[in-house]
C-alpha cells in the first residue's frame, strides 16, 4: 500500500505542475487580463505605445501612452502553422511507420527506427538553422512561384510568392520535426500487435499493405491519436525554429499560404527584451497573457483529445 501511495504522489506531481502554471500565468497576467478584455483576442493590433513618455491611467491600470495589445495575428499563425504541420507529418507518419513496421527486415528496422528517433533528438534550433540556410531559399525561389504559377486559382494559393520566409515554410519544418513522434510511437504499436491479425488477413487473401492498412492500423488507432495529439503539442510550442523561419510578421494577418506569420511562443521570445523596457510593466504581463491563452488552447486540444479517446473506447467496447 505505501508503494502505491508513493507512485500515486509521484503520478500527481505531473498534474499539480500544470495547475501552478496555469495559475501563476493567470495571477501574474491577471492586470493585462483587466486591461485588454476580450478584444485581446480579436483585435490586430500590438503596440508597446510610447516607452519615454509619462504612463497613464486605463482601467485602472498604468500603460504607456498609445500602448495596445491585440493577437489575433498570433492566433492565426499559430493554428495555421500547426495545422499545416499536421497536414504533411500525419500521412508520412503513418506510411513511415507502416514501412518500418512490415516494409523492411527486424535487423535494418532497428537501424532505420534508430535514425527516425534521432530526429527527434535534434535541437529546434539546428532545424530552424537548417530551415534558413536551406529551405528557405529552395522555397523561396522553386517550390513557392511553382505552386502560384500552376496552383493560383486556388484560394490561399495565388498571390505573391514571398521570398521563402513565411506559413507553409514553418509548416514543413515543424512537420519533419514532429514525424519521429508520430512514427515511432505508432511503429511500436504496430509491430506489437499481434501476429494472428496479421497472418489471418494474409490467408484472407489481402496483400501484405491491405493488411497493415485495413487490420493493424485500426487495431492502433487510438495510438494514432494519441501521438498525433503529442505532435500537435510540439507543433504549438514550437519556438527558436519558427523564430527563425517564419518572417516574424507584426500586426499582420497572412493573406495567402506563403506569406509572413508570427506565432504566439516565437512572439514572446521575441519581443521579450522590447516588453522588459516598458516602466509600467504591463508589456510582460501582457506577453504572460499570450502564454495563457497559449497553455489554455494546449489544454483545449489535449481535453478533445481525450473526449476521441473516450468514444472510441466506447465503440471498440460496443462492437466487442
Known sequence: MSFRRFVALLGSIVGATLIVIVAFLALYAWPAVRLNGFAFLTDNNWNLGSLYANPITVHGQQIMPGAHYGILFLIVGTLLSTMIALLI?????????????????????????????????IPS???????YVVVIPFLGHHLFPFLVEHLGFIPFFGGAAGSGYGLLTCGFVLALMIVPLITATLRDALVSQAASLHEGALALGASRFEAQWGVLLPAVRRVLIGSSILATGRALGETMAVLMISGNALNYLPSNIYAPISTMASFIVSQLDSALTDPTGMAVRSLAEVALVLCVISIIVNGFARLLLYYEGRQSAGVM
Open 125 to 131: 534550433v539546428v532545424y530552424g538553422l537548417w530551415g
Open 89 to 121: 507529418a500525419v500521412p508520412v507518419g503513418v506510411g513511415a511507420a507502416m514501412f518500418l513496421a512490415e516494409g523492411v527486415s527486424p535487423m535494418i528496422r532497428t537501424w532505420i527506427s534508430l535514425f527516425v528517433e534521432l530526429l527527434a533528438a
